[in-house]
């Protein structure tokens, strides 16, 4: 790993420099300078919180210190889950730009997980594809998986094992910030390996470089990918569910949703059984897929529980 000469933050003592969060764990870290340079960061008082991907302005510290984290830019999007403390949403991750969710032939892929996904990745702004992953044990249900290729989300059948697609998604995430979500067991990891070479190396230097060894597993890291961009990888959180912000904001995260939607009689229309309602008539006619349907309505019910128990 790359690290700044002991003495060059010395130099800028006083100025604020701009560095991207590429490992975060509590209230220290490591940023990522654009000249390469790593530097170990730490965050002082308690109104700051810092995740992987944000870009932040620092001062330096006396010379062998890490540097101080002062503010943080203002986020393009967060990445949230739902933390087991009280069902409060979690950011995990900022700017990201790609949402890969992997699946594949075992564990028993999950659609409705799939869409919720695919669902928080639109709310977000990112660009979501579909990674179909132990595609040399088994193919893509390419039935099931072609009305993704219809709305937006590009199917990547890959292998961690023999690298098969591994450059055609790589080559999707292009200089983004990319994340892959998914079961547990899909191979998430063996992926981050296989685009990201080197990676579960630079986990076990980045809790050297921290000094916080016994929180290797937690630490969320940024992993460089070559030739530009990068991979979160949050360990322990890996397998979240991803946190919805509201129940009227949910059609928004079905594309085709929010396109027949524009053709309701109400504008505030929750498209589950008000009268005319075209997403409904779509759904009759064949032209919204019945189960992705069935996932908005699911997801509609989740979120209403979870907003009557708040
Ligand atoms: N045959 C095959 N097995 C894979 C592939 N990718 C991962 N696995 C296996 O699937 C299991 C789960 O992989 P892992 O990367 O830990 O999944 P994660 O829980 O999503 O991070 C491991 O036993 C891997 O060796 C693949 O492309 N082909
Ligand atoms: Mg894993
Ligand atoms: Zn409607």
């Known amino acids: 790993m790359k690290r700044a000469p002991a003495g060059a933050a010395d130099s800028s003592k006083g100025a604020e420099a701009a560095a991207l969060v590429v490992a975060a764990h509590g209230r220290r870290g490591i940023l990522a300078r654009t000249d390469g340079a790593r530097l170990p960061y730490m965050i002082r008082g308690r109104h700051l919180r810092v995740v992987c991907g944000d870009r932040v302005h620092f001062t330096a510290a006396g010379s062998g210190e890490p540097v101080v984290v002062e503010r943080i830019e203002a986020r393009e999007n967060e990445l949230q889950r739902l933390s087991g403390r009280g069902g409060q949403p979690e950011t995990i991750a900022a700017?990201?730009?790609?949402?890969?969710?992997?699946?594949?032939?075992?564990?028993?892929?999950?659609?409705?997980?799939?869409?919720?996904?695919?669902?928080?990745?639109?709310?977000?702004?990112?660009?979501?594809?579909?990674?179909?992953n132990k595609s040399?044990?088994?193919?893509?249900?390419?039935?099931?998986?072609?009305?993704?290729?219809?709305?937006?989300?590009?199917?990547?059948?890959?292998?961690?094992?023999?690298?098969?697609?591994?450059?055609?998604?790589?080559a999707w995430i292009g200089s983004g910030t990319g994340i892959l979500v998914g079961q547990s067991g899909v191979g998430k990891s063996s992926l981050l390996n296989a685009l990201a070479p080197g990676a579960d190396v630079l986990t076990g230097e980045i809790s050297l470089a921290s000094d916080e060894g016994r929180h290797t597993t937690t630490a969320s890291v940024l992993h460089p990918l070559p030739g530009?961009?990068?991979?979160v990888d949050t360990p322990g959180v890996r397998d979240f569910a991803p946190a919805i912000p509201e129940r009227t904001a949910i059609s928004s995260g079905f594309i085709e949703i929010e396109e027949y939607g524009r053709q309701c009689r109400f504008t505030d229309c929750s498209h589950l059984r008000e009268d005319h309602c075209a997403v409904q008539e779509a759904v009759a006619a064949g032209q919204i897929d019945p189960r992705r349907y069935e996932s908005y309505r699911r997801l509609m019910n989740l979120v209403r529980q979870a907003e009557g128990r708040s």
């Open 95 to 132: 700017n990201v730009t790609h949402l890969v969710v992997v699946m594949a032939a075992l564990p028993l892929p999950d659609l409705y997980l799939t869409d919720r996904y695919l669902c928080a990745a639109r709310l977000m702004g990112a660009a979501s594809a579909l990674a179909w």
């Open 136 to 170: 040399d044990v088994a193919g893509p249900p390419l039935a099931e998986l072609a009305l993704y290729e219809t709305l937006a989300c590009p199917v990547f059948p890959v292998s961690a094992v023999t690298g098969d697609g591994i450059a055609a998604l790589r």
């Open 228 to 231: 530009g961009g990068g991979l």
